[in-house]
């Protein structure tokens, strides 16, 4: 089976056998220190180290494993629940010893960081909020069916990029890529177990706010900024000032009742029994904290700059949403369904995956999603997307009460895009134009020519390493030996019209599992089967690699096979193209039609085709 194959793989490796990633998939010596603030997901005895790893990475949700010796034979318990660098109850059966799944504690030997350089005078502060999995669909994005008050005024005092694009619709990937300034494939982080620190990647690489703490900035994390453990710990203490703990990734809910959900076994949808300002959900629990670390900064503001990065996790199901924000969104049969709820005609099988995420949506290709739970769905998504906008509001609040506001620059972003029925689909995980997508507003005061304007500069994640470096007065991160692959946007907040700024934006998405014997992914879709959408795979499992092109008027992917030993495409061997026609999109219609169509075998556009592939190509060979 499957499984089983894939197990005996990562044991392999774990012996040594496998010769293209020789490292250890999970760490090979209990890390002392660290407590699994966490429940046991499973316990399964007779398992040795190697399988006790392989089940670990296997298991969904699974953060660190033991593996022991019992006096009936080995025991394999698995844990899910966050990591501390506390000690006190060391030796508990909270806190304990543990191997950690898909990586090494540290994963290779950092470099030691020289003292931090004084800020230069007049530097800006940052204020850096992450949300997960949200697209557009905000009321500052010409979106009518959300609440979104707060994040609408921010954009009326800062920049809308219209067209800004994540590297990678996946957490982890999209997540490693904009905190360290690199692509995806510098990361070579493509999955939820590998990560830039690794020995052979980027252990001396200076992450995002690893560089403003080398130039004097308290910095201060928590929430959702990488995705949990990758890297190990949210790079505490390397890019967070050490004094102050990286805050929870993912603080656990405090009990609470829904007054509707569904599905009733394992909810995507529930209407929470909980106040608005209330600390009772994960997301509270880390505007609370961000709140706290205002202050803190405040505090020493005399004596220093901030980068405060706040991540948080709604709209990211399930939609455990406080009822009130359900009151915003009209009822869920008023609420409209996607404008096309197919795949693009043409689509090669690659490029599509099953919805994914949410309960209660089981279907095959091009089969009808049930109408009524869309509606429910792309409701409570809409929910939560005002929730969101109701914390970040208080943030904002918070700093124009402390007095930071005029010199602070503030980005809200969402880490990927998402589907809500388009393309016959949920979640990311798609090279599509709604996945790759997001908003992206900038708030700098001190760049008056920016104020309340948009732009439709095509603008990367990728580029907020270098943008917000140049906005706090810092230099150039290249002029210091930091080999980051963006571009600063701030340009752009000189001339926003100036939309030729850039000529072209870039993601991708890696797949496993795929038997392909040559060009498979050219059919079309028959058969679920042939989708494999999975965050649990190594390196050097990938088997496909999809690069997409975005240019103002066009977006080109080609589906690559990929070579698994020497951890690069093969460039002959393609799988499948697309090409979509975006004439007239502005990026302020989510259900825009250009994508209900492949037209990559149409005569008429075989130049286009042959002068963007060339563009993707040479994209590759920069990595």
Known sequence: PPTTMVCLFVVLALLGFAAADPAPQCGTVPIKGLCINATVLRKINGFDFGHCCCECMLERGCTAFVARQEAD?????????????????YGNESCTGAFLRGQDIPPAPLPTQPPPTKSPSGAQNVLFLAVDDMRPSIGAYNFSLVHTPNMDQLARGGLRFDQAYVQYAYCAPSRNSFMSGRRPDTTQVWNFINHFREAAVGAAWQSMPEYFKQHGYLTLGGGKLFHPDVPPLNDWPQSWTPEYPY???????????????????????????????????????????????????????????????????????????????????????????????????????????????????????NQTINATISHWYRRAYYAAVSYQ??????????????????????????????????????????????????????????????????????????????????????????SEGQDINGTSLVPVFDNPEAIDFKTAAFSQFGKVGYDHVGTLCLRLVTQISNFSVDAV?????????????????????????????????????????????????????????GENVNLVERSEWQSLVQELHALLLDYIQLK
């Open 389 to 478: 906008d109701y914390i970040i509001g208080q943030i904002l609040a918070e700093l124009e009460t402390l007095g930071l506001a005029d010199n602070t620059t503030v980005v809200v972003f969402g880490d990927h895009g998402w589907q809500l029925g388009e393309h016959d689909t949920y979640a990311k995980m798609t090279n599509f134009e709604l996945a790759t997508h997001i908003p992206l507003i900038i708030r700098a005061p001190h760049k008056t020519n920016s104020t309340g304007k948009s732009t439709r500069v095509l603008a990367e994640a990728v580029d907020f390493y270098p943008t917000l470096a140049e906005l706090a007065g810092l230099p150039d991160p290249k």
């Open 247 to 365: 805050f929870e990734n993912q603080p656990k809910n405090d009990p609470y009742n829904c007054t509707a959900s569904f599905p009733s076994d394992s909810p995507t949808y529930c209407e929470a029994q909980v106040d608005k300002d209330a600390s009772t959900l994960t997301d509270q629990k880390i505007r609370d904290n961000c709140l706290e670390h205002l202050k803190l900064a405040k505090s020493k503001q005399d004596d220093q700059p901030f980068f405060i990065g706040c991540g948080f996790h709604k709209p990211h199901v399930p939609w455990v949403v406080p009822e009130e924000f359900y009151s915003y969104i009209p009822a869920a049969e008023d609420v409209p369904l996607a404008a096309d709820g197919y795949a693009p005609v043409g689509m090669p099988e690659c490029a599509w995956h099953p919805p994914a995420d949410v309960h209660g949506i089981d279907i095959g290709f």
């Open 537 to 593: 795979f190594l390196r050097n499992q990938t088997k496909i690699m999809g690069y997409t092109i975005r240019v103002p008027e066009w977006r080109y992917t080609c589906w690559f096979g990929f070579d698994d030993v020497n951890i690069k495409i093969n460039q002959s061997d393609i799988l499948g193209r697309e090409l979509y026609d975006h004439r007239g999109d502005t990026g302020l219609w989510l259900d825009y039609p």
């Open 73 to 89: 034979g080995m025991q394999c318990i698995l844990h899910k629940g966050e990591l501390s660098s506390h000690n006190e109850n």
